[in-house]
Antibody, heavy 126, light 107 residues
Framework: EVYLVESGGGLVQPGESLRLSCTAS????????MTWVRQAPGMGLAWVSG?????????????HYADSVKGRFTISRDNSKNTVYLQMSSLRAEDAAVYYC??????????????WGQGTTVTVSS | SYDLTQPPSVSVSPGQTASITCSGD??????AYWYQQKSGQSPVLVIY???KRPSGIPERFSGSNSGNTATLTISGTQPMDEADYYC??????????FGGGTKLTVL
């Protein structure tokens, strides 16, 4: 069975950093693009970042970001650990949300998201 | 930026057909995807590439996409279908885009 388990959420102050992790099991992680989607309290889904599959590097892949996080967030993956990361810096109050990790249905980051984790909560407050 | 517009809410009686629309400029030129999110749960893919159902999704869920509008149709709606539904598409400038979501009430 396919599992995605996020971790790393917590309470931080504005301007601080946080790294989220998403560990996958039950599928060939290195063959699929991965993405992060967030959901602020009472709000809808918002795409954050995606990373495709690299055919050269074990940990590479094209990366893509929403304008709202570009320059502050960095997505990466370690295929040897079946894990995708989201490094978040210069956090703002508006970044507070549940962050979901999702598996793409293909090696491309802009395909369907066919499996989602349970989410990890990020709170940004002074 | 690219926007997808959904009605905030749709109501349907049990056993009837529910239709949820998603509008965006030339949306029919791209694939549309639909996700179901029940209260307190993670989203679940219910329609991909406009019309396809993932394994395990009931046949009563169907989709279409043409022109500027994609539509999710639930035939013979059941109380268990009550949830928030989000459409999603891809824009080459914006990236992945989600609609604002539609709350489906079965009453």
């Amino acid at each position: 069975e396919v599992y995605l388990v996020e971790s790393g959420g917590g309470l931080v102050q504005p301007g601080e950093s946080l790294r989220l992790s998403c560990t996958a099991s039950g599928f060939a992680f290195s063959s699929y693009a991965m993405t992060w989607v967030r959901q602020a309290p009472g709000m809808g889904l918002a795409w954050v970042s995606g990373i495709s599959v690299s055919r050269i590097s074990l940990s590479g892949g094209d990366t893509h970001y929403a304008d709202s996080v570009k320059g502050r967030f960095t997505i990466s993956r370690d295929n040897s650990k079946n894990t995708v990361y989201l490094q978040m810096s210069s956090l703002r109050a508006e970044d507070a949300a549940v962050y979901y990790c999702a598996k793409s249905s293909s090696s491309s980051w802009n395909a369907a998201f066919d499996m989602w984790g349970q989410g990890t909560t990020v709170t940004v407050s002074s | 930026s690219y926007d997808l517009t959904q009605p905030p809410s749709v109501s349907v009686s049990p056993g009837q057909t529910a239709s949820i629309t998603c509008s965006g400029d030339k949306l029919g030129d791209e694939y549309a995807y639909w996700y179901q999110q029940k209260s307190g749960q993670s989203p679940v893919l219910v329609i991909y590439e406009d019309t396809k159902r993932p394994s395990g999704i009931p046949e009563r869920f169907s989709g279409s996409n043409s022109g500027n509008t994609a539509t999710l149709t639930i035939s013979g709606t059941q109380p268990m279908d009550e949830a928030d539904y989000y459409c999603q598409a891809w824009d080459r400038n914006t990236g992945v885009v989600f609609g604002g979501g539609t709350k489906l009430t079965v009453l």
